[in-house]
T-cell receptor, first 112, second 110 residues
Framework: DAGVTQSPTHLIKTRGQQVTLRCSPK?????VSWYQQALGQGPQFIFQ???????QRGNFPDRFSGHQFPNYSSELNVNALLLGDSALYLC???????????FGPGTRLTVT | EDQVTQSPEALRLQEGESSSLNCSYT??????LFWYRQDPGKGPEFLFT???AGEEKEKERLKATLTKKESFLHITAPKPEDSATYLC???????????FGPGTRLSVLP
C-alpha cells in the first residue's frame, strides 16, 4: 500500500521566484492538507483541500495557493519567495470521514 | 485561540529508564488528540489518536493517555531506536486543521 509521496525531495530557489510542490495522497484518501515546518518547530497548517476545493486555510498570506486534482493529488504554489519561506513542507492525507492524517516525507525548500 | 504546549523541550534517558512526555492543550472543543513521531529530516509518523478523557492507547513501549486538559505519552523501558521528536497535535471540534505543539526531543542512550 503506497503511502503519501511528495516531490521534489529538496529544492533551492532565489528570493522572488515561484515554486510548485507536489503531493500524492495515500491510497483510498481523498483529502490533502499542507503544513510548513520551520527548523525546531512543530508543523503549521497552511490549508486543506477536499473535492478539489480549499476547505480551510491557516494564517498564511495569499502568496501561498494550492490546487487539488480529480485523482486527489495536490499542488502547493508559493509566489514571490522570501527567505523566511525556507522550511520543510509537509503534505498529509486523510479520508474525509476520519480525522487521522498521514504525512509524506516532506519537501525541503531553501530560499537564498 | 487554540494552543498546544509540550514539555520537556528535550529529554535524555538511559536505555531502560522509563519516563513520560506531557502535552497540554487549550482548544474550543476537542475532536481528537494525535501523537506523532518524527525522525530528523522526515515526515511525522502517526502513533495514536485519542478522542475522549480517560481513553488510553498502547503500542509496543508507548502508551498514550488523555485528560480534559492534557495528554501523556509514557515510554516504558526505552531503547536507542526510540530516539526521535514526539509531536502532539489537536484537532478543534469545528475545524479541519491540526494544531501542533513544538515537540519533545527524546534521546535514549545505550
Amino acid at each position: 500500500d503506497a503511502g503519501v509521496t511528495q516531490s521534489p525531495t529538496h529544492l533551492i530557489k532565489t528570493r522572488g521566484q515561484q515554486v510548485t510542490l507536489r503531493c500524492s495522497p495515500k491510497s483510498g484518501h481523498d483529502t490533502v492538507s499542507w503544513y510548513q515546518q520551520a527548523l525546531g518547530q512543530g508543523p503549521q497548517f497552511i490549508f486543506q483541500y477536499y473535492e478539489e476545493e480549499e476547505r480551510q486555510r491557516g494564517n498564511f498570506p495569499d502568496r501561498f495557493s494550492g490546487h487539488q486534482f480529480p485523482n486527489y493529488s495536490s499542488e502547493l504554489n508559493v509566489n514571490a519567495l522570501l527567505l523566511g519561506d525556507s522550511a520543510l513542507y509537509l503534505c498529509a492525507s486523510s479520508f474525509a470521514r476520519t480525522s487521522e492524517q498521514y504525512f509524506g516525507p516532506g519537501t525541503r525548500l531553501t530560499v537564498t | 485561540e487554540d494552543q498546544v504546549t509540550q514539555s520537556p523541550e528535550a529529554l535524555r534517558l538511559q536505555e531502560g529508564e522509563s519516563s513520560s512526555l506531557n502535552c497540554s492543550y487549550t482548544v474550543s472543543g476537542l475532536r481528537g488528540l494525535f501523537w506523532y513521531r518524527q525522525d530528523p529530516g522526515k515526515g511525522p509518523e502517526f502513533l495514536f489518536t485519542l478522542y475522549s478523557a480517560g481513553e488510553e492507547k498502547e503500542k509496543e513501549r508507548l502508551k498514550a493517555t488523555l485528560t480534559k486538559k492534557e495528554s501523556f505519552l509514557h515510554i516504558t523501558a526505552p531503547k536507542p531506536e526510540d530516539s526521535a521528536t514526539y509531536l502532539c497535535a489537536v484537532q478543534p471540534e469545528y475545524g479541519q486543521n491540526f494544531v501542533f505543539g513544538p515537540g519533545t526531543r527524546l534521546s535514549v542512550l545505550p
